[in-house]
Structures are given as structure tokens and as C-alpha cells.
């Protein structure tokens, strides 16, 4: 198995690993690298456990792999960006949660502690990496059984209890892998899921982030709703199966687009409950500026689509104004582009962007205008005449402009 296994791992980057190991330290591939190891699935984040000093070992690889590294003193956990991938590297640790949902008090201990503590069966087989080369796949909960099974197992009743956001965790994973709950599992979720209101805003939408890059986005939806976790999830948003189907068919394109999917995923599910998003900037607790961009674009969507179907070229000066997802939206919603290509969105992107008035400030201090509030003024007011199509070309905005200096004038 583990020669096999062997195939699939980039050998300069464990090679360079092993040098750097010593005696001292036991060291095992863990967690999700081992599970898609064993499932043949690609992957380029590679999970280690560390019986030893974390912090050390992972100042002297990064050096060795010529990467930088981060270290959190509080979580014990290092991270290095290497050229094979993202390495995580955990202190062999055990946790304790003082109530559901809270972050737990880490302690160092010992690497069978260290998976006892963890969420999943399926999570916890180790492969031990020795300065003689690798071990065999260390299996102490059945995840090797699990795995063949194809199901989603948590190793005690209390699991969900102590960290809500395994749920989550559990939901993607299922989707993903198309595996099932284990049936003492499935109703510890139903029974547990109201602790999800227990956790941190920040790491509710930090489940979001994750959720949206799910390709099964629209099934752990779904879940989310059958299963009774979405009130818990979701707060005061309310569940529309239409709504998620259309939003996973505009989630498959704007995927090559690289737009913020979080972002675009949200403003859908906000669009027929604007008055929501208060809740959720608590709720999930959203930055300043995501606020923003998602409430001016909740407000201006309705004159927007009004006007672009009138043909009204003040639509496209409201679009300059909203975040490209934004944009992308208002694309979504006036055109349908599975049945007609007339209008792709870079072209109606583009057109977005050309559509600019095409008088500047400078332009008015070659006409004479001295600087100050009275070319502010008249500035304004070519603009907004330009948005009414009272003019459209650059010469004729001038021309404009000639009068409006002259009438000031008088």
C-alpha cells in the first residue's frame, strides 16, 4: 500500500523533509492528505502531525525549501508555501472546549492523542515519515473501513458539541466525496445543530468562504435545509430551491471568471431579502466594505434593471459604480446566456467600461475654467447630461460645455 501511495507524493519535497527530521521527532502524514491519498484524488496541501517542536522544525525546512512559513503560538500549527503546495504542520496536541462552540485550549500531547481529537474517522489514518523512508498507514479508529464504506463517521457523540463547525466540515466532505452519514452521525447533526449559533461570526463565515468553493455547492445547500441546519446557519435568510439551482449554474461560470464567489453567492441569496443583510453583517460578521458594496448594490439593482430595459445609458454609469460581481449579477439577471451568446459577459463588461463620460476636469481648464467649485459644478452637470443622453460624443460634450461656460458667464 504505502509504495503505492509513495507514487503519488512529490518525492523532492519529502526527501528534503526527511534530512531535516532528525531522531528526535515523529512526524506523520495526516488527515485529508492520507484520505485522498487512499481515494487516488489530487491534492497539493499536505497535512502533518509533529510530535516535537513545531516551531523549530518548521523554521529550519522553510529554510531548507527556500519558502516562507507562518506560525500560530496558540494553535501550535505552522504553515509553509512550498513550490509543491501549501504543508500545514501541527504540534501533536489535545483540546479542551470549555462550552459548545468555543475555541478550544490547545495542550501539547502525545500522536495518539493527537487523532483521538479529531473530527472524522475517514480524518484520522496517519502515514508515519521516518529518516528511513515511510511507514505503513497507521489506522486506530476504523477510518480505513469508513473509507471503503464510504460513509462520514465522528468518533463520539459529543463531537459536534464541541466544535458546531464540524457539521460543515462533515456536509462538504459528504458532497464532495458523494460518501453518506453513518447513521448515529446523521442524528447527532439534527441533534446538534442549533450549537452552530454558539460560534464566532468569524467563523461562521469562514464555513461561508469554504462552502462557495465547494463545486456541490448547490446539494450542501440543500442538505443544509433537509437536514434543519440552515435556520441555525443561516439565521433570519429564508431557503428558496429555486434560487440555490440558479445560483449553482451562475457559480459554474463565474468560476472561470475568478470573481469572489463568497461575495456573488451571497448578493443571490440576499437579492429577494435585501433587508437581511443587516442581520448577516452580525450574523457572519462582514467587513466594513463587503457591507457596503452589498447594500449599495441591493439598493441600485431595481433602477438599474429598470433602466437597462428601457434602453437607458444612465444604466451603465450605475453599473460603473458596483463591484465586478456586482456587474456579473445585473449580467445574470438581463441576460440569458445558455440560450443566446449574443452578449458575453466580457463584452457586456466591456461595454460597462467604455460607457464613460468622456469629458475630464482638464478639459474644462483648457476652455478657461479656473479651478475651483465653479468646475466641479459644471462638471457635474455634463455629467449628468451625458447620463441623460442630451449628448455623445467628446465634441459635442464640448460644445456643450462652451455653452454652460458662456451662460455662467452672464
Known amino acids: 500500500m504505502v509504495s503505492k501511495l509513495e507514487e503519488n507524493l512529490p518525492s523532492p519535497l519529502f526527501s528534503r523533509i526527511k534530512k531535516n527530521l532528525g531522531h528526535d521527532n515523529k512526524l506523520f502524514l495526516v488527515g485529508g492528505s492520507v484520505r485522498d491519498l487512499l481515494l487516488k484524488r489530487p491534492s497539493s496541501d499536505y497535512d502533518f502531525l509533529l510530535e516535537g517542536d513545531v516551531f523549530t522544525f518548521a ?82 479508529f476504523g477510518g480505513y473501513k469508513d473509507l471503503g464504506n464510504r460513509r462520514i463517521k465522528i468518533l463520539h457523540k459529543q463531537s459536534f458539541q464541541d466544535d458546531p463547525t464540524r457539521i460543515m466540515r462533515g456536509l462538504r466532505l459528504k458532497n464532495r466525496l458523494n460518501f453518506l452519514w453513518e447513521p448515529e452521525t446523521l442524528r447527532c447533526v439534527q441533534r446538534d445543530a442549533h450549537y452552530l449559533q454558539n460560534v464566532s461570526p468569524a467563523r461562521r463565515l469562514k464555513e461561508w468562504l469554504l462552502l462557495c ?131 458575453a459577459w466580457r463584452d457586456f463588461y466591456a461595454k460597462i467600461d467604455l460607457t464613460r463620460m468622456p469629458l475630464k476636469g482638464q478639459d474644462l481648464l483648457k476652455l478657461g475654467v479656473q479651478p475651483g467649485p465653479n468646475l466641479g459644478y459644471i462638471l457635474k452637470q455634463l455629467e449628468q447630461y451625458f447620463w441623460e443622453e442630451m449628448f455623445y460624443s467628446r465634441e459635442e460634450g464640448l460644445a456643450l460645455a462652451r455653452q454652460l461656460i458662456k451662460e455662467d458667464n452672464t
Not at 494553535?75 to 503546495?85: D, F
Not at 434543519?228 to 449554474?249: D, Q
Not at 452580525?282 to 434602453?311: A, H, M, N, T, V
Request: net charge negative; charged share 25%; with cysteine.
Open 59 to 140: 523554521h529550519q525546512l522553510s529554510r531548507e525549501l527556500n519558502c516562507t512559513f507562518s506560525f500560530n503560538e496558540v494553535l501550535l500549527t505552522a504553515s509553509l508555501e512550498t513550490k509543491w503546495g501549501i504543508m500545514d504542520i501541527v504540534r501533536a496536541r489535545k483540546e479542551i472546549y470549555e462550552y459548545p462552540g468555543a475555541m478550544p485550549r490547545v495542550y501539547p500531547a502525545s500522536w495518539q492523542e493527537d487523532l483521538q481529537r479529531r473530527d472524522f474517522t475517514i480524518n484520522t489514518l496517519a502515514l508515519p515519515l521516518t529518516t528511513q523512508g515511510w511507514g505503513e498507514v497507521i489506522d486506530l
Open 213 to 343: 468553493q465547494e463545486p456541490e455547492f448547490a446539494q450542501c445547500l440543500q442538505e443544509l435545509n433537509f437536514l434543519g441546519v440552515w435556520l441555525y446557519y443561516f439565521g433570519e435568510i429564508e431557503y428558496c430551491r429555486e434560487i440555490v439551482s440558479w445560483l449553482s449554474n451562475i457559480r459554474r461560470q463565474a468560476v472561470d471568471e475568478g470573481l469572489r464567489l463568497e461575495f456573488l453567492m451571497l448578493l443571490g441569496l440576499l437579492y429577494h431579502q435585501p433587508a437581511q443583510l443587516k442581520f448577516i453583517r452580525e450574523y457572519w460578521g462582514l467587513s466594513k466594505k463587503d457591507y457596503y458594496d452589498l447594500d449599495r448594490i441591493l439598493q441600485l439593482l431595481p433602477e438599474i434593471l429598470l433602466l437597462y430595459r428601457q434602453g437607458r445609458r444612465k444604466a451603465y454609469g450605475l453599473l460603473q459604480s458596483l463591484t465586478v460581481e456586482g456587474a456579473y449579477f445585473v449580467y445574470q439577471l438581463v441576460t440569458k446566456p445558455e440560450k443566446c451568446q449574443s452578449l
